[in-house]
């Protein structure tokens, strides 16, 4: 009894460790949850099955980008992009989805961050305000690295602060965590959401496929079980098409150019395997080559497999809501992503 | 680059001589000279006021009435930190300013800045939020143009206070009410309105200017406080007031008064609103930039009915309007119709004015008066151009001599509202009147005389304007027109004219007959005319080439006869001829000697018994041709560019530049040929083949200079080229530079 009495506080204090010092306020969502990353939030009536359908209880949204101020009416270092159009909200509040705010910040903005702090948190505040979003979390998207590390990591702290000013409630705050940041120290946050995609290089023609190869993440797999932040999967989707020239250097990214196109042999001819030369005259002149991604089911179900076993259960988010995208897979087989 | 530049000033400073404006000039293409004249409106008596010029003056206004307020006994920096800058204000200030006003307990003050700095933290937030790229409406009515027609604050910056030194007070009309400082009082009202007005209580920011306004004197601070009222008047939704309370501080907002409806507000309560005269002018030259069909049907049936109803006593501005914008439409007929309905209205003396210049304007650019197209324009040009001269006068008669030299080296003539600021109305209508001169020369007269194949008359009216302006456009024009129009011009100038417009061209044009025998000689020297040349360099006078000051381009040192790329001396412009044009020329260096030595040059390859002879004039001549329009004898052939100067020229001279100079360069390989032809000696040859693009590569190879910090290969001239014709090769030295060549063509 009187070891028992010792041990219990220790192994609380083990298990909870990182908490103490992000201060947790939210533990991560339950139940399924989605992205919704597109710029007008108008879910059509597939959409709105699908989250039916799935009972999912969180939507997290992308409301803005934060990028380098390039508009030169603003004295502003930094400023939102890409601001979200929240077109029509009741599908997902009449289902009563909490709506996460997700708010992606390029490398060159979070290294201004204290120019933005305030006034991002503002902007939350007034997008949630106008709309009449209640909110209890919100999260941040950056692909930091070392050298923008501490920036990022201080922002957190920040803004968490920022946020007490314009919200009644204390806010909880969470991150994107890549499979490369694994290898560094968690943010201060209440918890991450592993993303499992982009694990490629989607420049280099050579890649098979850059949204996820299990082989690509393997190497990550050994930070999970010592990693010391809470962590949901995210699970990607999407698919895309990645144009090169002839020179086999990367154009660009076509997100919503789906597999039927790629089938229109007026546009492209089929080289093998995910591969096909542009055709098309008023696109040859852009780029000559497409490169064709999409994970199937089974590797997602094999990723997912793998992290279950080196960090054990976590709820999943898929990446992202769209119908044309997630047509491709068997409710099945989203069930099976879900559980 | 510099040279030319000096050049071009002692050209000018001819004209300028009688009146001292000698500025440095930019240098415009001829043909893009009348570009810059189209922006200027046609409708423009009063001024309008930028918001960053208004602050500007609210804040040196401000900083001097605190600095006179503690009797300048701080630094004037000082005050200007405790205004401006994010300074503390609590007992251990250290501000001077502060200081002062704690030291002498002058709670007064201190109670207003204790008021200032505490709230302005509440809506200078709110006020930068709004303006930031952030900024998202929080509710629906939430408009964020709103806050871009107000002034930003600028006063003072969000600043902690220590509450325990001076009781904080909230700034309302109390504040006012109970402050016995007549001037702190009337701050007291502006920041009482800010803070209204910002946190959007409109109705209070209008009332209490209702109730204290009337004391404020006319001041930046005054307009500051009008321009919330203003704003809240709008936001209130009181278009008709707001707008003419915004017309009334020369402040155009283009909702409210490019808006015939608004108009018609103002006039169903006011229909002689003295503000009128603003808003119309403001209604048209919106309408100039951005002709909206719709606004102009608008605006003329509401112009109609004022006129026709006779309620207003100012009739003729809204008919001049509706003149202007049939002139904007390109309908010159109903223009000239509409303006003489309006010259007969009555009117006030400004509007009278604009009518006639509008009258001016239209006329200079109407098709259908061939026959009297001058007669029309003469008592209108007249008028205005003595209105012009007067209004300098009265400018000139306010600058001190310091300032009018500092004036004149500026080159800002047109600038009236910084020597006579004290009357904003009629420096801006001064300013107006010029730039309708301007539109009338350049975009009126010129054109047209060009038009009819009278370009010697368009020479006169530029001539005109810059007499009238003290300008010196004349020489540009001068520099690129045919000689023979310069001729007839310099006939026209003599004959005294014969109609009331020509004498007054005559009358007011620059008349110095030298100066155009220098132009008409130079324009045939740079189309190897110099037989025709001569006779006008010879007439003119010693004293205008004293006057010119451009003796110092014209030297032995520059001489236009010298092979500069070759070093040794013994080769140098001797060419083996019965005479040495070098010589020659350093004798009395200048255009004239220059005409007569390539007219003997031109004899003696004509009449030469040798090939020898014959080829060596021919290559005199082609070197004299070089120097004298691509070389660095270039001041013979041109006033204001050079081959020099061609590769940091602004605008689109080095285009216009590059074309003559390539026709002259291929003239020089014309001549070079002919030299190469007569004479077929090996080194003679080579001579001939250095300034020639055609062989110039082959005379060259490639060696690798070494310097200290790594190797570079360059091409220079061979061997065989240097030992003969060149001492030394010098990288930088771009007399012996064999890359020379190319960088005057291929820059």
């Not at chain 1, 949204?61 to 400023?79: E, G, L, Q, W």
């Not at chain 1, 505040?125 to 209890?136: L, N, P, Q, S, V």
């Not at chain 1, 154009?251 to 042999?265: A, C, R």
Request: overall charge positive.
């Amino acid at each position: 009894m009187k070891k028992s009495c010792i041990l219990y506080p220790i192994i609380l204090l083990c298990l909870t460790g990182c908490n103490f010092n992000t201060g947790i306020h939210k533990t991560p969502h339950k139940g399924n949850a989605v992205y919704y990353w597109k710029t007008v939030l108008s879910p059509d009536k597939d959409e709105e099955d699908f989250l039916r359908k799935n009972q999912v209880k969180t939507m997290y949204v992308r409301f803005f980008d934060v990028d380098i101020n390039k508009n030169s009416t603003f004295s502003d270092m930094c400023a939102p992009v890409a601001t979200i159009d929240l077109y029509n909200l009741d599908p997902i509040l009449d289902q009563q989805i909490e709506v996460v705010p997700v708010v992606f910040i390029t490398p060159k903005a979070i290294k201004e961050y204290p120019s933005f702090t305030d006034n991002l948190a503002h902007r939350i505040y007034a997008m949630c305000h106008k709309h009449r979003i209640d909110i209890r979390e919100v999260q941040f998207d950056c692909d930091w690295t070392t050298s923008t590390r501490d920036a990022y990591f201080q922002f957190l702290v920040d803004v968490r602060e920022a946020l007490k000013q314009y919200f009644d409630t204390n806010i909880a705050i969470s991150s994107t965590i890549r499979l490369h940041q694994l290898a560094q120290d968690p943010p201060a946050v209440d918890y991450g959401v592993l993303m499992c995609y982009n694990t490629g290089d989607f420049k280099n023609y050579d890649t098979k496929n850059s949204i996820l190869e299990i082989k690509d993440v393997k190497p990550y797999l050994k930070y999970l079980n010592t990693y010391r932040l809470p962590l949901t999967l995210a699970l990607p989707t999407y698919s895309w098409i990645v144009m090169f020239n002839e020179n086999k250097k990367f154009v660009t990214l076509n997100e919503y150019d789906y597999l039927e196109n790629l089938h229109d042999t007026t546009r492209y001819k089929h080289l093998k395997d995910n591969r096909y030369e542009v055709v098309d005259p008023y696109e040859i002149n852009v780029a000559k080559y497409a490169r064709y991604e999409e994970v199937s089911a089974e590797t997602i179900l094999e990723v997912k497999k793998l992290i279950t076993r080196h960090y054990g259960e976590t709820p999943v988010v898929l990446y992202h809501l769209d119908t044309k995208n997630l047509s491709k897979y068997q409710d099945d087989e989203i069930k099976a992503f879900y559980k | 680059m510099m040279k030319s530049k000096l050049f071009t000033s002692s050209i000018l400073l001819i004209f300028s001589l009688p009146l001292l404006a000698c500025g440095p000039l930019s240098i415009i293409p001829p043909e893009q000279h009348w570009l810059f004249y189209t922006g200027y409106r046609m409708y423009d008596a009063k001024s309008t006021y930028w918001r960053s010029d208004l602050d500007e003056k609210f804040r040196n206004e401000n900083i001097n009435f605190w600095h006179d307020y503690v009797e300048n006994s701080v630094p004037r920096d000082a005050v200007e930190a405790a205004l401006y800058d994010e300074i503390l204000l609590d007992a251990h200030s250290t501000n001077a300013f502060f200081r002062y006003l704690l030291d002498h307990h002058d709670t007064t003050a201190l109670h207003y800045w204790m008021s200032l700095k505490s709230n302005d933290s509440v809506y200078v937030k709110q006020l930068r939020w709004k303006q930031s790229a952030w900024w998202y409406p929080e509710t629906d009515g939430d408009n964020k143009w709103n806050m871009f027609n107000d002034m930003s604050v600028t006063e003072s910056d969000d600043c902690p206070v220590d509450l325990s030194i001076l009781k904080v007070r909230e700034l309302d009309e109390a504040c006012i009410k109970q402050c016995r400082h007549a001037e702190i009082r009337n701050r007291y009202l502006l920041q009482v309105m800010r803070k209204y007005f910002y946190t959007e209580n409109f109705a209070k920011c209008i009332s209490v200017w209702k109730k204290y306004g009337a004391k404020v004197p006319e001041s930046a601070l005054r307009t500051q406080c009008l321009n919330y009222y203003g704003g809240a008047l709008l936001r209130m939704g009181r278009e008709a007031e707001a707008a003419t309370v915004y017309a009334g501080i020369g402040y155009f907002d283009v909702y409210l008064h490019y808006n015939p409806d608004v108009l018609r507000k103002v006039y169903q309560k006011q229909p002689n609103c003295k503000e009128f005269e603003f808003m119309v002018q403001q209604f048209v030259n919106q309408y100039f930039d951005h002709p909206k069909k719709s606004k102009a049907e608008a605006f003329n049936s509401l112009a109609d009915e004022i006129v026709r109803a006779g309620r207003n006593r100012n009739p003729a501005l809204w008919r001049s309007a509706q003149a202007t914008i049939a002139y904007i439409n390109r309908d010159t007929p109903k223009a000239v119709q509409l303006l003489a309905e309006a010259e007969k209205m009555r009117g006030t003396p400004v509007v009278k004015e604009n009518i006639r210049m509008l009258r001016l304007i239209v006329n200079s650019t109407r098709t259908d008066i061939d026959s009297i197209y001058e007669a029309k324009l003469y008592p209108d040009l007249k008028w205005l151009a003595q209105n012009i001269q007067r209004d300098l006068c009265v400018r000139d008669s306010c600058l001190s001599n310091h300032l009018h030299e500092a004036y004149c080296s500026c080159n800002q003539l047109n600038d009236y509202s910084v020597l006579c600021g004290e009357d904003p109305y009629s420096s801006n209508l001064a300013s107006h009147r010029v730039k309708v001169l301007r539109r009338v020369i350049f975009l009126g007269a010129m054109p047209h005389f060009k038009k009819i194949g009278q370009t010697y008359k368009s020479i006169a009216y530029l001539n005109l304007y810059d007499v009238v302006f003290r300008e010196s456009e004349l020489l540009y024009y001068l520099d690129t027109t045919s000689v023979g129009d310069i001729i007839r011009y310099a006939r026209f100038l003599q004959s005294g004219g014969r109609t009331p417009m020509e004498k007054f061209l005559i009358q007011n044009n620059h008349k110095n007959i030298n100066y155009f025998y220098d132009f008409i000689g130079t324009q045939y020297m740079r189309t190897e005319q110099y037989a025709a040349a001569l006779p006008y360099l010879e007439k003119v006078s010693e004293d205008f080439r004293e006057e010119q000051r451009i003796a110092e381009y014209l030297t032995a040192k520059q001489n236009p006869f010298a092979e500069e790329w070759i070093t040794k001396k013994e080769n140098q412009g001797v060419y083996g001829l019965s005479f040495n044009p070098m010589k020659e020329y350093a004798k009395k260096p200048g255009k004239l000697t220059f005409c007569q030595l390539m007219i003997r040059l031109q004899k003696e390859i004509q009449t030469a018994n040798t090939a020898e002879k014959r080829a060596k004039a021919a290559y005199a001549y082609a070197i004299g041709l070089y120097q004298s329009s691509i070389g660095y004898a270039w001041a013979l052939n041109r006033y204001y560019t050079s081959s020099w100067d061609n590769p940091s020229v602004p605008g689109d001279i080095p285009k216009y530049a590059d074309k003559s100079l390539k026709e002259r360069q291929n003239k020089v390989e014309q001549w070079l040929d002919r030299a190469m032809k007569y004479k077929k000696d090996k080194v003679f040859s080579m001579k001939c083949k250095i300034p020639h693009r055609r062989y110039r590569s082959q005379l060259k190879e490639t060696v690798t200079v070494k310097y200290s910090w790594g190797e570079v290969n360059v091409q220079q001239f061979n061997k065989e080229v240097r030992s003969t014709f060149c001492d030394r090769f010098d990288d930088h030295n771009g007399y012996s530079n064999p890359n020379w060549l190319s960088s005057v063509w291929y820059y």
